[in-house]
């Protein structure tokens, strides 16, 4: 079985190098790489890179990511076996005493819990008819966490060197808001829309990482509002307006608390409340001078292959979409390391 998946594992990260190769940047020597011709006029590689760079920065990010699980999974595999045999033990022996025997069962108590969360969702069965099963899958993630644990600890005290390395991307900043040190070795950019509510939801994630890194990191905000959206628009413009008068967070995070409300009206009321200038926020908002600056935004997004929001750069990596902090703790980590 483990030559059957370590096979399986290379045939992938040989499709995925030769997938890599087509969808690389483009090079010089490619610009001028003739794809068509329309009455002897020449389509060329160089003609299409601008519409194709949002994509090609997204599937440049897949291989990445899909790589490095292959590679994650192939490392783990040889500490867990280098560990077992140091401790003169099977590899499931290894794992029953690391793994299963540290992971506490489930109480009834939780599967209760998952019960009543999904009931609209079991066909009517009961919670006695169901309670094996969810017992099951509770234990089998609680297993997969602690060897996710497990394997981090050894990971700490084994000499590995990691050649394979992320995509990245220049985003332009453009004179953006900042939030953090300024000097900060970590920048997270984070394409965002104020009515998006699994952007809202980013936003307390956003919280502790700023709770957990304090001064290393800066988080830099960029409007995308969505088409699907009708009031984010007017909602980022309104953002630029309390950033006159020098209350830029404060009204951002009122947004955010208000993703479900952001008419124009409660727009100007929410700067009341804040006690910006009514009469100079009223004539910002409804001037629209700051549209051109938030389509200028959207175009810088999609340039770096943002689709959706949220989005994150990490020092140039891209995270899309409303992750946990593990994921966002992931990444900056790795950008710490390699400072």
Not at 194 to 219: H, L, N, S, T
Not at 231 to 258: I, M
Not at 283 to 309: F, H, N, P, Q, W
């Amino acid at each position: 079985m483990k030559y059957s998946l370590l096979s399986a594992i290379k045939f992938v990260v040989c499709l995925l190098a030769f997938l890599f190769v087509s969808a690389r940047p483009l090079q010089a020597a490619d610009a001028q790489n003739v794809l068509a011709t329309v009455d002897g006029r020449n389509i060329t590689e160089a003609d299409i890179a601008d519409n194709l760079a949002a994509q090609m920065a997204q599937i440049n990010n897949q291989i990445y990511t899909a790589k490095k699980r292959a590679v994650d999974a192939l490392i783990a595999d040889q500490l867990l076996d280098q560990e077992a045999k140091k401790r003169n033990v099977s590899r499931e022996q290894l794992l029953q005493q690391e793994v299963t025997a540290k992971v506490a069962p489930v109480s009834d108590a939780e599967v209760e819990k998952v019960y009543n969360d999904n009931k609209e969702r079991t066909g009517g069965k009961s919670l006695a008819e169901l309670k094996p099963l969810i017992v099951q899958q509770l234990q089998n993630v609680r297993q997969q966490q602690r060897q996710q644990e497990f394997v981090r600890e050894l990971r700490k005290t084994a000499a590995i060197k990691m050649v394979l390395k992320p995509p990245m991307v220049n985003v332009a900043l453009d004179g953006a808001p900042v939030r953090g040190n300024a000097k900060a070795p970590i920048t997270i950019v984070e394409f965002s829309d104020f009515q998006c509510p699994f952007c809202a939801r980013a936003e307390g994630e956003m919280v502790k990482v700023r709770d957990a890194y304090k001064d290393q990191v800066k988080i830099v905000y960029k409007d995308f509002p969505l088409p699907i959206h009708p009031n984010a628009p007017k909602a980022a413009e309104a953002s630029r307006c309390a950033r006159e008068q020098e209350k830029y967070w404060e009204y951002h995070d009122v947004l955010f608390a208000n993703h479900d409300a952001l008419e124009v009206p409660n727009l100007k009321k929410f700067a009341v409340d804040l006690k910006l200038d009514k009469a100079k926020f009223d004539t910002c908002l409804d001037s629209g001078k700051y549209a051109d600056e938030i389509a200028k935004d959207m175009a810088e997004g999609s340039r770096v292959g943002v689709t959706g929001t949220p989005a994150f750069f990490i020092n140039g990596r891209l995270i899309s979409g409303a992750q946990p902090f593990s994921a966002f703790q992931e990444v900056i980590e790795d950008a710490l390391a390699a400072q």
